[in-house]
């Protein structure tokens, strides 16, 4: 489990991979909250690339960053998420939320 960031202008991506499930997603969400609360970015990009396996924990992750980022006046965007990964994440009805672009 590992996240690893770049910023590029108001732009932060958050580079994830491993799994993210009960036991991880605290480690994800502490890391990912300590880069945006330094940095308030106007987007954060939450890139699934390198996620193997994802459990509702994960719908959990993304949501509580939607709800910070929005907040303070920025976004979410979801990308590369596995083919499964994606399916549940829409199943969730995160489709909604606009965070796929």
Same mark, same amino acid.
């Given at each position: 489990? &590992?996240?690893? /960031?770049?910023? @590029? ?7 994830? &991979? *491993? ?19 330094? $940095? %308030?970015?106007? $987007? $954060?990009?939450? =890139? /699934? *690339?390198? +996620?193997? /396996?994802? =459990? &509702? &924990? ?7 960053? #939607? %709800?910070?980022?929005?907040? #303070?006046?920025?976004?979410?965007? +979801? ?10 994440? @829409?199943?969730?009805?995160? *489709?909604?939320?606009?965070?796929? @672009?």
């Amino acid at each position: 489990m &590992s996240v690893v /960031f770049e910023r @590029k202008g108001d732009t932060l991506v958050a580079l994830l &991979s *491993g799994e993210i499930d009960h036991h991880t997603a605290s480690e994800f969400r502490e890391s990912i909250d300590r880069e945006t609360e330094m $940095l %308030r970015p106007g $987007l $954060l990009v939450m =890139d /699934f *690339g390198g +996620v193997g /396996f994802m =459990d &509702s &924990s994960g719908i959990g992750l993304i949501m509580g960053r #939607y %709800r910070n980022a929005a907040a #303070y006046g920025g976004s979410v965007r +979801v990308v590369n998420a596995p083919p499964m990964i994606e399916r549940m994440m @829409k199943l969730a009805g995160m *489709g909604r939320l606009d965070v796929f @672009k």
